[in-house]
């Protein structure tokens, strides 16, 4: 069952079959996480099934990673939970509208490039954080609350009906592909353990002891909020965050699947249909959110490659909703935690634990500390924010040591300083160190051949040097600056004194001869 599925500039062969049972997997999946994160963030149910509907069929369509499901998600569940506490979910849809044309106004000035400054390690880190906040998620499900209203722990025959039925699961999912691929092995587990229960009258926890999920078509609706500045003030701060949050955690959701793939998505066209997304969800009742690494992976793991498969889940999530709901609340929550507790495993890069002690102990560190920081703060945003920042702060200090000086005295007795590396903030102190102003010839010749000034603290050290020789009657001449920066210093020349002497328009030497 092959064929050509075109849409909206995506051509390739699509297995159709694979697609459609694909997209079924995954949307039986969806239906915990939307609830789950609706609950998270204080909102009724059905405010994140129908984000999870609007936001996975939008993205599929037309955006810029095929295979790739969006819908509601913990990462913007925690950021709007404080919102939605205090001003209520009227307030929730407008801060996901204004967060959505922030999105857009991201992918059109093409600010996706950006996810490449975000290095293997904070990737490692990133999704090792995930696969353990999804692996603790479905701890909840061996917990029960007694009528007090005190959790404990599963015990006796609900334990182990629990643990056994997951195992189940579990079994089915890493047992059946070696057998055969023609169905997805998750579908298949699910439905092999919904059977055993249902058929046999286990009790056990079902969707439907989570909450209802029987409702009809999302509803349009246009937030009631007064449209006055103190709005504004009120849903920036927090649409900004989401905003961030959903582009952060979408894109590196969109590189991994690039890497598992070995083809390549397109981050700014992703970017704008996040964005589209998200300001359809505001206006049909919904909660907004990003790209899903737990689903895309069971979509990905599955065999899809297509959008069908993203738009076969997120309709059939609303079939559920209109149609299929007192179905599928009966469905047990041992083969979904089965399932996602696999998505965990498959998500934690096992091959990051080889790199201790073979890899930079800084790289090792950024894998922790990211890692450790998604999960006590459930902050993609913040983890990654971190990781790169320790890793540019690593980046900048190893390139700061580079800068070296070769110096000699030729038959004229000229003094040359030839310098190697780059002339920044961080090398700057080595920099003026390179020189013996005092003891130098009455000419010196500073060579940028292997150099290059990168910033303005660069620019301030060419100054302060230049300086300290005129002081002492000496003459200097720069060499082989490049064009870039004989630009930059001519930039400069309005901001701070550039002391480059010899040539009247850049203040730069040309090679002496």
């Known amino acids: 069952m092959k064929g050509v599925f075109n849409l909206f500039d995506f051509k390739q062969k699509v297995n159709y079959k694979t697609e459609i049972l694909s997209g079924l997997t995954v949307a039986l999946a969806l239906v915990p996480e939307a609830v789950a994160f609706s609950l998270i963030a204080g909102l009724s149910p059905l405010i994140g099934l129908y984000a999870a509907f609007v936001m996975g069929l939008i993205t599929a369509v037309v955006g810029g990673r095929p295979g790739m499901i969006s819908g509601a998600t913990g990462a913007v569940a925690v950021v709007i939970a404080a919102l939605a506490k205090t001003h209520g979910p009227e307030y929730i849809f407008a ?18 490039k950006f996810i490449r400054l975000v290095p293997q390690s904070v990737m490692y880190g990133f999704v090792n954080g995930l696969a353990i906040i999804i692996f603790l998620a479905q701890l909840a499900q061996f917990k029960t609350v007694d009528a007090a209203g005190v959790e404990h722990w599963l015990t006796g025959k609900s334990l182990y009906i629990m643990l056994g039925f997951v195992m189940l699961t579990m079994l089915i999912i890493w047992i059946l592909p070696k057998l055969t691929k023609v169905v997805p092995a998750s579908l298949t587990a699910i439905l092999v353990v919904s059977a055993l229960i249902i058929g046999l009258g286990i009790e056990t926890r079902t969707v439907g002891d989570i909450a209802s999920i029987k409702g009809g078509f999302p509803p349009f609706h246009i937030p009631i909020v007064p ?5 504004l003030h009120v849903i920036f701060p927090y649409a900004l965050i989401v905003a961030g949050v959903g582009l952060i955690e979408s894109l590196l959701t969109l590189n991994l699947i690039d890497e598992i793939t070995e083809t390549k998505g397109r981050g700014n066209k992703e970017c704008v249909a996040q964005g589209l997304a998200n300001v359809t969800s505001g206006f049909f009742s919904g909660m907004g959110g990003c790209a899903m690494i737990g689903q895309s992976l069971i979509n990905i793991s599955s065999g899809a490659r297509a959008r069908l498969s993203g738009i076969v889940a997120a309709v059939m999530l609303l079939v559920f909703i209109m149609f299929g709901a007192g ?4 469905m047990p929550m041992a083969a979904l935690t089965g399932l996602m507790i ?19 102990l800084h790289d090792v560190l950024v894998i922790v500390v990211v890692a450790g920081v998604t999960v006590l703060l459930h902050n993609l945003a913040l983890a990654v924010l971190i990781g790169v920042i320790i890793a540019a702060l690593v980046f900048a200090w190893e390139n700061a040591k580079r800068i070296r000086a070769r110096k000699y005295i030729d038959a004229y007795g000229v003094r040359h300083y030839e310098i190697f590396g780059p002339l920044f903030f961080g090398s700057i102190t080595a920099f003026n160190e390179k020189f013996d102003v005092l003891n130098d010839p009455a000419e010196v010749i500073i060579d940028f051949k292997e150099s290059r000034v990168v910033d303005m603290s660069g620019i301030e050290a060419l100054n302060r040097i230049t300086e300290r020789y005129h002081r002492a009657g000496k003459q200097l001449h720069l060499r082989h600056l490049s064009a870039d920066c004989r630009r930059l210093l001519k930039n400069a020349e309005e901001i701070i004194d550039v002391n480059i002497i010899e040539d009247p328009a850049y203040k730069v030497a040309t090679d002496k001869t």
């Open 227 to 231: 449209f006055s500045w103190e709005t």
């Open 327 to 330: 179905l599928i609340e009966k």
């Open 95 to 112: 801060t996901v509208i204004l967060a959505g044309l922030i999105q857009m106004l991201a992918g059109v000035l093409k600010l996706g």
């Open 342 to 360: 696999m998505v965990a495993m498959g998500t934690f890069e096992w091959a990051s634990l080889r790199t201790f002690g073979k890899m930079p």
